[in-house]
């Protein structure tokens, strides 16, 4: 069983009157999807679970909520993502099957449907899983990540929220919806200058103010400035918060207060984690984790192939000596 096994989840059986029913002579895209229920809603999209007829399977159907579907920053931000997911074929990235536009003309894109645990939900169970179990999601994503940035994009949205384990134990970074892409001349648009805080104004409109205090604790400095020339090393940042929390239990910058949050993550150091943790913290991940919250990019693991190089050394030996 895998170790993220979700309980109680049966799939639907493949019987031969599904695989060998015949199409329709002529395909009506109208009625290609039968739904059922909505899984998530974010503040500006909407994902719901719907059956492809065509294909008799079960998927994902993402778009945008109502009073944002003649928005036409979020429309190209919607497909955007729908592509961006796409054009990034990774073991580790949620396939895409489909983007279209509905009876209505307004976008849509179809996903895999998958049922498992945000490493959210992972984390409000810290106790029930090894370290070395929590290190290997932490590697698929910086996997995903290296990936990712070898092909020019930068995902600007790394948290707990956004990583999710299957029930096969299939580790998946979710909602590209903030990437930032390049021209080729290497210029970019000039909205993307207001993407970082665009984080925290989803979240804000989605959850409350707790949200958006939770989505500002793995923001890097550069993305809180809303710096310009925002680039890769803002997800090493961001997965050095999320390390961080998996080896203290708590993100490195917390307050109920927002603006203080902002203020910590520009100007203050967090503790060490082998100060804080109730679990042992093996020096060489402190020291990755630290590295990888330097508050000037330059500081931090040049590249996500590093932080993986880091990742998968042998630390597990120092755990056994304690």
């Known amino acids: 069983m895998p170790m993220f096994q979700q309980p109680g989840k049966e799939y639907d ?4 009157e599904d695989t060998d029913q015949p199409l329709p002579e002529k395909l009506n895209p109208n009625t290609r999807y039968l739904f059922l229920s909505t899984v998530a809603k974010g503040g500006k999209s909407l994902i719901k679970s719907c059956k492809d007829r065509h294909l008799n399977r079960l998927v994902a159907y993402k778009t945008l909520r109502p009073e944002f579907q003649d928005d036409e920053i979020e429309t190209t931000r919607l497909l955007r993502e729908a592509r961006v997911s796409a054009m990034l074929q990774h073991p580790n990235t949620m396939p895409v099957y489909e983007v279209g536009r509905d009876n209505r003309g307004y976008y849509y894109f179809t996903m ?6 945000t490493l959210r939900e992972i984390m409000d169970y810290r106790e029930r899983y090894d370290l070395s179990q929590l290190i290997e999601v932490i590697i698929d994503i910086a996997r995903a990540l290296a990936y990712a940035h070898a ?3 930068a995902h600007r949205d790394i948290k707990p929220e956004n990583i999710l384990v299957g029930p096969y134990g299939e580790v998946l970074l979710l909602d590209w919806g903030l990437a930032k892409v390049w021209r080729k001349d290497g210029t970019t648009l000039d909205e993307d200058n ?12 989605m959850t409350g103010h707790g949200k958006l205090q939770g989505t500002l604790c793995y923001m890097s400095p550069e993305q809180i400035r809303r710096d310009p ?10 997965l050095g ?9 708590q993100p490195p910058f917390n307050s109920d207060k927002t603006y203080e949050i902002l203020e910590m993550v520009q100007n203050e150091l967090p503790p060490r984690p082998s100060e804080i943790s109730q679990y042992p913290v093996p020096k060489v991940l402190e020291s990755l984790c630290l590295k990888c919250l330097h508050k000037d990019p330059a500081g931090r693991p040049a590249s996500m192939e590093d932080v993986l190089q880091t990742l998968q050394q042998n630390w597990s030996v120092e755990l056994l000596k304690s």
Do not use: P, R
């Not at 059986?13 to 031969?16: G, N, Q």
């Not at 895999?112 to 645990?117: N, R």
């Not at 207001?194 to 409109?205: F, G, L, P, R």
């Not at 020339?229 to 961001?238: A, L, P, V």
């Open 13 to 16: 059986h493949v019987f031969l």
């Open 112 to 117: 895999k449907l998958v049922h498992g645990y």
């Open 151 to 153: 092909h020019g994009v």
């Open 194 to 205: 207001d993407e970082s805080n665009s984080i925290a104004d989803s979240d804000k409109t």
């Open 229 to 238: 020339d925002i680039s890769f090393s803002t997800d090493i940042y961001s």
């Open 241 to 249: 918060s999320v390390l961080y929390e998996l080896l203290t239990g």
